[in-house]
């Protein structure tokens, strides 16, 4: 299965995506009470936008903004609405979306083409590792896209390596679907019971919610970790609940492809503009197809940098690289800016680091102030000061770094009521104790 589209030429796609444009324009003016209003205060005639271009002249949109304002985005009656998903707020509480009939088939489009781009075919078997309840959009998602592709699924959820196993064991998958970095509790248990991973059914992963790659496209340190231990293909991908669409890696695997029928993506800087060519920018999405919830120009907070020459695959759609770091996470720490993702990797180099949390604060001088707890196997073999080197030699700054109990992290990781484990969480205008 594949989505056409993205095998046209550059113009084509463009011209596609500007009738398409025209089409979400029409239907948020006539159905949307946030965009509705967004264009009569700011004068805006929807018949004013002929091109992709045009999307300059409209104000963006962010997470705040859905959420004070949530039940206004909302096109249609509830009584049309099937689905009910939520996702984090940056004000506390969460943020609902409100999928109708129509959202999910395009829900169930959208992972079946994602799949099919990183090589799942019809009659594979694959193993979901990730939770479908707790009106989470992910395990939904691909558990539509597979049955729409046609391949088998094992819904396993997410968590406990021994069930993990045992179901390899009895149902044979070629494909998991799960977080990387819980691969490597699979390879624990693995070698605690004297069998090699290798030997398994299991030839490919698609990784959901870290990144595997580092900003040149090449495997992290957490992937090269799992790939030292089990030889698989492992798939990068960028997805949101926001946009209910996923970028997924090809064979060629440089970057996840664009779906252009059903995302406009646009790149932006800290001023709204577009970035140059090379540049790092604020991915802003435009929802195209969507019936509950449309989203116009929507910044994602995730900075990310953009490519886009064909890609050997045939693909001429564009595709993005890792997230390297989300616009509200920059750090300005002993006059170095930095971004969560370059401290994750230094920690994720260490075999003898089982857990650990990054906390971002504010020191009583009004600066940011960086505080790492960190679980170690052996508090007695120098790895603390190892880690203290690693980040004096690769970032030039040292945060301050201390070894807790592994209980105590993993309980912090899981605070505000969290769904999933943070490995980062921001306390900013917060000091750290």
């Given at each position: 299965?594949k989505s056409?589209i993205?095998f046209?030429s550059?113009?084509?796609?463009?011209?596609f995506?500007?009738e398409?444009?025209?089409?979400?324009?029409?239907?948020?003016?006539d159905?949307?009470p946030?965009?509705?209003?967004?264009?009569?205060k700011?004068?805006l005639q929807?018949?004013?936008?002929?091109?992709i271009?045009?999307?300059?002249k409209?104000?963006?949109t962010n997470?705040?903004?859905?959420?004070?304002?949530n039940?206004q985005?909302l096109?249609?009656?509830k009584?049309?609405?099937?689905?009910?998903?939520?996702?984090?707020g940056?004000l506390g509480?969460?943020v609902?979306f409100?999928m109708t009939?129509?959202?999910?088939?395009?829900l169930?489009?959208?992972?079946a083409?994602?799949l099919a781009?990183?090589g799942?075919?019809?009659?594979?078997?694959?193993?979901l590792?990730?939770?479908?309840?707790?009106r989470?959009m992910?395990?939904l998602?691909?558990?539509?896209g597979?049955?729409?592709?046609?391949?088998?699924?094992v819904?396993?959820?997410s968590?406990?390596?021994?069930?993990?196993?045992?179901?390899?064991?009895?149902f044979?998958?070629?494909?998991?679907?799960?977080v990387?970095?819980?691969?490597?509790k699979?390879i624990?248990?693995?070698?605690s019971?004297?069998f090699?991973?290798n030997h398994?059914?299991?030839?490919g992963?698609?990784?959901i919610?870290?990144?595997i790659?580092?900003?040149d496209?090449?495997?992290n340190t957490?992937a090269?970790?799992?790939?030292?231990?089990?030889n698989l293909?492992?798939?990068?991908t960028?997805a949101s609940t926001?946009?209910?669409t996923a970028f997924?890696?090809?064979e060629?695997?440089?970057?996840?492809?664009?779906h252009?029928?059903l995302?406009i993506?646009?790149?932006l800087?800290?001023?709204?503009?577009?970035?140059?060519e090379?540049?790092?920018?604020?991915l802003?999405?435009?929802?195209?197809?969507t019936?509950?919830m449309?989203?116009l120009r929507?910044r994602?907070?995730?900075l990310m940098?953009a490519?886009?020459?064909?890609?050997?695959?045939?693909?001429n759609s564009?595709?993005?690289?890792?997230?390297?770091?989300?616009?509200?996470?920059?750090?300005k720490?002993?006059g170095?800016?930095?971004?969560p993702?370059a401290?994750?990797?230094?920690l994720?180099?260490?075999e003898?680091?089982?857990t650990y949390?990054?906390?971002i604060?504010?020191?009583?001088?009004?600066?940011?102030?960086?505080?790492?707890k960190i679980?170690?196997c052996?508090?007695?073999s120098?790895?603390?000061?190892?880690?203290?080197?690693?980040f004096?030699?690769k970032l030039?700054v040292?945060?301050?770094?201390?070894?807790f109990?592994?209980?105590?992290i993993e309980?912090?990781?899981?605070?505000?009521?969290?769904?999933?484990?943070q490995?980062v969480?921001?306390?900013?205008?917060?000091?750290?104790?």
């Amino acid at each position: 299965m594949k989505s056409a589209i993205e095998f046209k030429s550059h113009t084509e796609i463009e011209h596609f995506q500007i009738e398409a444009l025209k089409e979400a324009l029409q239907y948020l003016n006539d159905f949307s009470p946030y965009y509705k209003d967004l264009f009569l205060k700011n004068g805006l005639q929807i018949n004013q936008f002929q091109t992709i271009q045009d999307l300059k002249k409209i104000p963006t949109t962010n997470k705040e903004d859905l959420q004070k304002h949530n039940s206004q985005f909302l096109c249609v009656p509830k009584s049309e609405i099937t689905d009910y998903v939520t996702t984090s707020g940056t004000l506390g509480s969460p943020v609902t979306f409100a999928m109708t009939d129509s959202d999910l088939d395009r829900l169930a489009y959208n992972e079946a083409i994602s799949l099919a781009c990183s090589g799942i075919v019809k009659g594979d078997v694959i193993q979901l590792m990730t939770t479908m309840d707790r009106r989470f959009m992910a395990g939904l998602a691909y558990f539509l896209g597979i049955r729409k592709l046609g391949a088998s699924i094992v819904r396993v959820g997410s968590g406990v390596p021994e069930l993990q196993w045992d179901s390899i064991n009895k149902f044979q998958p070629k494909y998991l679907i799960c977080v990387p970095s819980f691969l490597l509790k699979m390879i624990e248990f693995a070698q605690s019971h004297n069998f090699n991973p290798n030997h398994s059914s299991v030839q490919g992963v698609i990784c959901i919610g870290e990144p595997i790659r580092n900003k040149d496209l090449g495997y992290n340190t957490l992937a090269e970790k799992i790939l030292k231990h089990w030889n698989l293909k492992l798939y990068s991908t960028y997805a949101s609940t926001e946009m209910a669409t996923a970028f997924n890696e090809c064979e060629a695997q440089i970057g996840g492809h664009l779906h252009p029928e059903l995302l406009i993506a646009e790149f932006l800087d800290a001023n709204g503009n577009e970035v140059g060519e090379d540049e790092i920018g604020e991915l802003t999405i435009t929802t195209l197809g969507t019936k509950g919830m449309p989203l116009l120009r929507f910044r994602t907070g995730d900075l990310m940098k953009a490519y886009k020459e064909p890609c050997p695959c045939g693909r001429n759609s564009l595709r993005v690289g890792p997230v390297l770091g989300r616009t509200k996470q920059m750090i300005k720490y002993k006059g170095t800016t930095l971004y969560p993702p370059a401290i994750q990797d230094i920690l994720n180099h260490y075999e003898g680091l089982t857990t650990y949390l990054i906390e971002i604060g504010t020191n009583d001088i009004g600066t940011d102030e960086i505080k790492i707890k960190i679980a170690v196997c052996d508090p007695e073999s120098g790895i603390l000061e190892s880690i203290k080197n690693s980040f004096k030699a690769k970032l030039r700054v040292t945060p301050k770094i201390e070894i807790f109990d592994f209980d105590y992290i993993e309980t912090l990781k899981f605070q505000n009521g969290s769904r999933k484990p943070q490995a980062v969480i921001d306390l900013r205008n917060t000091q750290l104790p």
